[in-house]
């Protein structure tokens, strides 16, 4: 596992995917009874991920998972090419609408938050982020001149420009200004030090400890960096943000599930009611593909697809018998 490892850190893949790739390749082999992966096949792969759609009863999106960090193992790392998995039993991946609040819903939500995660969701709502786009953004990220915030290495290590709404300027200096006084005070005590990307730290030495380099959103505690013994300070962990926003859909009396991704569903719907184009929304989200920005416009307020029905048009409210209740 430390090969497969350091193969994923030279290919520069996210930590996460290297998380979820380890997980699956470990389960593979305690499911192959402790077997080395050298010693097993295609057949072995395949009765794997059979067992994951038949008995595990995974999402789509799970197998493919499981698939791809399998791949990755025999092909990057072992050199060995897999036969075609002829008898692979794929989970169908089934067509699903994105859950969308309105802008009343978003309203009374956003009034139930706290202030620091109220203040993230409605950067969300109001930039289109990621949840993790939003917390993993740094001070140089931020450009109060050109109200637009960069950002980094997005899905698919993709950078690109979002809005920074007007609304949000004030608060979010105010953030910033807190985020210093904690970064001097951690300067003090002899720590003060961010993770880097990539090479980074190896570049630029100090880097780690300058001010623009530092999160907008810290978290409340230090930790020590394992391989270099620094004291570090990372983001605020995803899980506030989402306890908060489950709690607040719960207060404000939703009837459906929120989650902070809903906010980015949401917003892409409303620009899209707003008569904004389907390109200008899809360079926004950085979507790589149209294809999966069109599906908002089967949510928008009009209807499916922005048709209005006929039966609105009639003039009145008829009930089902005929009669006129209007």
Request: one cysteine or more; a positive charge.
């Amino acid at each position: 596992m430390d090969v497969v490892r350091e193969r994923m850190r030279r290919e520069h893949k996210s930590r996460r995917t290297e998380e979820a790739y380890c997980g699956w390749i470990e389960r593979f082999i305690r499911f192959s009874g402790m077997r080395h992966p050298r010693d097993l096949g295609g057949k072995d792969v395949e009765r794997f991920l059979n067992h994951l759609a038949n008995q595990g009863r995974v999402a789509a999106a799970t197998q493919n998972q499981a698939l791809c960090a399998l791949l990755f193992l025999y092909r990057r790392v072992l050199g060995v090419d897999l036969p075609w998995l002829d008898g692979l039993e794929r989970v169908r991946r089934p067509r699903r609408l994105p859950s969308v609040m309105s802008r009343a819903e978003v309203r009374l939500l956003l009034q139930q938050m706290p202030p620091l995660t109220g203040l993230i969701a409605r950067l969300l709502y109001g930039a289109g982020l990621r949840l993790l786009e939003g917390l993993q953004l740094r001070i140089k990220d931020l450009d109060f001149d050109r109200s637009c915030i960069t950002v980094r290495q997005g899905k698919g290590d993709r950078d690109r420009q979002a809005l920074l709404p007007t609304q949000l300027h004030a608060p979010l200096r105010r953030q910033v200004e807190l985020a210093r006084a904690q970064h001097e005070a951690d300067l003090r005590a002899g720590a003060g030090f961010v993770e880097l990307p990539g090479a980074l730290a190896t570049k630029l030495r100090t880097a780690d400890r300058e001010w623009p380099w530092q999160w907008v959103f810290p978290a409340t505690r230090t930790y020590v960096h394992p391989e270099s013994g620094k004291v570090r300070r990372h983001h605020l962990h995803e899980s506030v943000v989402q306890r908060d926003v489950t709690a607040a859909a719960r207060l404000a009396g939703l009837p459906k599930r929120v989650t902070p991704h809903t906010l980015r569903h949401s917003f892409a719907t409303h620009l899209l009611e707003d008569g904004y184009d389907i390109r200008t929304i899809q360079t926004l989200l950085g979507h790589r593909d149209v294809r999966t920005t069109m599906i908002y416009t089967h949510l928008v307020a009009r209807g499916p697809m922005g048709v209005k029905s006929p039966l609105d048009g009639l003039g009145g409210s008829v009930d089902e018998e005929g009669e006129d209740l209007g």
